[in-house]
């Protein structure tokens, strides 16, 4: 309970001007992409890791819940305050504090998007690949938070693979700095590696040292459609036999091919058992020598339709077929249950055929899209209406889904995280002793359970009580 006397307090480390208790600011700080709202108490809007420090420490005095937020576009609801407390709003630490192209690094605030980042360093001739769909409005910190993906990670890897250092705040209010500004460094334990997917349960991240590397100089985009996903995946080992790895490898089912030729007819097949997206980079005589090797490979594998992009309003046209997918899902169902299953990517054709099997059983279209490179499946579970008996059924869809991923060598979520949406399913990715050591590390750090509580390891709602109302939001 958040009394007087704690608002006051809190108006003293942040400024009045930076504490709310409107409803209107209360509603918009406690949701994220899920939509459902569970409202704080307050939402604080700090400026520096020493506030937050002292945020955290009036927290601990006073067993209030505190909930860091960055953009508040996740999926799971991570970010949702659903035991109340106060919304720690990042957003006011939005600087580009250093981009360094001598040592490729830059050095940021928490609330900077990943898309201004993305700009700044690519001005200087620098990339930061980790690239989520949601770039215009996660923030950093959040990518950080839940060790974000996208397209290009398939080449260059996830966020993980991009953070060098970190200062963050514990949930008791001491200031850390984990990690450094070089590329290599083995003194001490790895804290930065920690905080990357902690879902901010265990501190909030006021400082990050990402690491940057070169622009590639080209790339060249090329939409290939397939008969069979079996083709189309083989033609994804092709290129590892090959010795090439594409920037990006974007796969659309048949289900998710139909949504789109429901949703804006573009003439492709609707037999087609999958589509393609492949983008290769580097310098312009490495690109030209890949693009023949992609041309000859997707022949090589049958594709039944090549089309590859020469202009950038037709590389643009290419990834337009991916943007569509979120519009064209929304009108297949009432309700999207939607999931980033991540497996092998060997079994991607096996997982095809079992979610086509799911989705005629339970007759629920199950459109499926995503990284086919690094196995990382977003499914769709498109339920016809929000009544309860139709979630309970949707839920057991979703259950046989993840067990079925687990049982293939894949996990749960590839890029999203767990937050509560996915927490009613933890057992069937992790072991009870695993689930236990996060415990007591989360219990080391956080004894008095103040941070972003009712997350991950406990799951407030089963998963056929959820409101899975994505519907309206774009998919990734
Ligand atoms: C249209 C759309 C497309 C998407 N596409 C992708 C995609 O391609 N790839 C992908 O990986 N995800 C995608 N997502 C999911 C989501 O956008 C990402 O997970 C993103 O990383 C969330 O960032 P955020 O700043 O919005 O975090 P929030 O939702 O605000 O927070 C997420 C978690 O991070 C914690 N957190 C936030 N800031 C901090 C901090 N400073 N310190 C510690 N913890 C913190 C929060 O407590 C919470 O647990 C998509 C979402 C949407 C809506």
């Given at each position: 309970m958040i009394t007087p006397e704690i608002l006051h307090q809190l108006a003293t480390i942040v400024g009045a001007e930076y504490l709310s208790t409107s409803q209107e600011i209360i509603t918009e700080n406690s949701q994220d992409a899920l939509k459902?709202?569970?409202?704080?108490?307050?939402?604080?809007?700090?400026?520096?890791?020493?506030?937050?420090?002292?945020?955290?420490?009036?927290?601990?005095?006073?067993?209030f819940y505190v909930t860091a937020r960055g953009g508040g576009v996740g999926y799971v609801g991570s970010a949702v305050p659903i035991r109340g407390g106060i919304v720690l709003a990042t957003k006011r630490m939005n600087q580009i504090l250093e981009i360094r192209k001598d040592d490729l690094l830059a050095v940021v605030e928490p609330a900077v998007t990943n898309y201004d980042l993305q700009k700044a360093v690519e001005a200087q001739g620098l990339f930061y690949p980790p690239d989520p769909s949601s770039w215009k409005e996660s923030f950093i910190g959040g990518n950080i938070a839940l060790n974000a993906g996208g397209p290009h990670c398939v080449k260059y890897g996830n966020t993980k693979q991009f953070v060098l250092g970190l200062d963050f705040v514990t949930p008791t209010g001491e200031i850390v700095q984990a990690g450094g500004r070089t590329p290599k460094n083995a003194t001490g334990f790895n804290l930065a590696g920690l905080m990357i997917g902690s879902e901010g349960m265990l501190g909030i991240i006021t400082r990050a040292i990402l690491r940057l590397?070169?622009?590639?100089?080209?790339?060249?985009?090329?939409?290939?459609?397939?008969?069979?996903?079996?083709?189309?995946?083989?033609?994804?080992?092709?290129?590892?036999?090959?010795?090439?790895?594409p920037v990006a490898l974007e796969l659309l089912d048949r289900a998710s091919i139909n949504a789109i030729e429901d949703y804006e007819p573009s003439g492709m097949p609707r037999n087609a058992g999958a589509l393609l997206i492949?983008?290769?980079?580097?310098?312009?005589?490495?690109?030209?020598?890949?693009?023949?090797?992609?041309?000859?490979?997707?022949?090589?594998?049958?594709?039944?339709?090549?089309?590859?992009?020469?202009?950038?309003?037709?590389?643009?046209?290419?990834?337009?077929?991916?943007?569509?997918?979120?519009?064209?899902?929304?009108?297949?169902?009432?309700?999207?249950?939607?999931?980033?299953?991540?497996?092998?990517?060997?079994?991607?054709?096996?997982?095809?055929?079992?979610?086509?099997?799911?989705?005629?059983?339970y007759g629920f279209p199950i459109p499926t899209f995503g990284h086919a490179g690094d196995g990382n499946l977003h499914t769709n579970v498109m339920l016809p209406n929000n009544d309860a008996e139709t979630k309970h059924v949707g839920a057991k869809a979703v259950r046989e889904i993840f067990e079925k991923t687990v049982s293939l060598g894949g996990t749960l979520s590839?890029?999203?995280?767990?937050?509560?949406?996915?927490?009613?399913?933890?057992?069937?990715?992790?072991?009870?002793?695993?689930?236990?050591?996060?415990?007591?590390?989360?219990?080391?750090?956080?004894?008095?359970?103040?941070?972003?509580?009712?997350k991950v390891f406990e799951a407030p709602f089963a998963a056929d009580e959820m409101d899975f109302l994505t519907s309206d939001f774009p998919c990734c």
């Amino acid at each position: 309970m958040i009394t007087p006397e704690i608002l006051h307090q809190l108006a003293t480390i942040v400024g009045a001007e930076y504490l709310s208790t409107s409803q209107e600011i209360i509603t918009e700080n406690s949701q994220d992409a899920l939509k459902q709202v569970f409202p704080a108490e307050a939402v604080v809007f700090p400026r520096t890791a020493e506030e937050i420090a002292g945020i955290m420490r009036l927290a601990n005095e006073h067993k209030f819940y505190v909930t860091a937020r960055g953009g508040g576009v996740g999926y799971v609801g991570s970010a949702v305050p659903i035991r109340g407390g106060i919304v720690l709003a990042t957003k006011r630490m939005n600087q580009i504090l250093e981009i360094r192209k001598d040592d490729l690094l830059a050095v940021v605030e928490p609330a900077v998007t990943n898309y201004d980042l993305q700009k700044a360093v690519e001005a200087q001739g620098l990339f930061y690949p980790p690239d989520p769909s949601s770039w215009k409005e996660s923030f950093i910190g959040g990518n950080i938070a839940l060790n974000a993906g996208g397209p290009h990670c398939v080449k260059y890897g996830n966020t993980k693979q991009f953070v060098l250092g970190l200062d963050f705040v514990t949930p008791t209010g001491e200031i850390v700095q984990a990690g450094g500004r070089t590329p290599k460094n083995a003194t001490g334990f790895n804290l930065a590696g920690l905080m990357i997917g902690s879902e901010g349960m265990l501190g909030i991240i006021t400082r990050a040292i990402l690491r940057l590397i070169p622009l590639p100089e080209t790339r060249k985009t090329a939409l290939a459609i397939f008969a069979s996903a079996q083709d189309a995946c083989n033609c994804v080992a092709g290129f590892t036999e090959a010795g090439i790895l594409p920037v990006a490898l974007e796969l659309l089912d048949r289900a998710s091919i139909n949504a789109i030729e429901d949703y804006e007819p573009s003439g492709m097949p609707r037999n087609a058992g999958a589509l393609l997206i492949i983008e290769v980079d580097g310098l312009k005589e490495t690109v030209a020598r890949e693009a023949e090797i992609m041309r000859e490979l997707c022949h090589k594998h049958h594709a039944i339709e090549y089309r590859e992009a020469v202009t950038d309003a037709e590389v643009d046209g290419i990834w337009e077929v991916r943007r569509k997918m979120s519009p064209a899902v929304k009108r297949t169902g009432a309700v999207k249950i939607n999931h980033d299953i991540v497996i092998p990517r060997s079994r991607i054709p096996e997982m095809l055929a079992f979610l086509e099997g799911v989705s005629q059983r339970y007759g629920f279209p199950i459109p499926t899209f995503g990284h086919a490179g690094d196995g990382n499946l977003h499914t769709n579970v498109m339920l016809p209406n929000n009544d309860a008996e139709t979630k309970h059924v949707g839920a057991k869809a979703v259950r046989e889904i993840f067990e079925k991923t687990v049982s293939l060598g894949g996990t749960l979520s590839g890029e999203h995280g767990v937050g509560y949406a996915k927490a009613p399913f933890l057992d069937v990715a992790l072991s009870a002793p695993t689930i236990a050591v996060m415990q007591a590390i989360k219990h080391a750090l956080d004894p008095n359970g103040i941070l972003n509580p009712g997350k991950v390891f406990e799951a407030p709602f089963a998963a056929d009580e959820m409101d899975f109302l994505t519907s309206d939001f774009p998919c990734c």
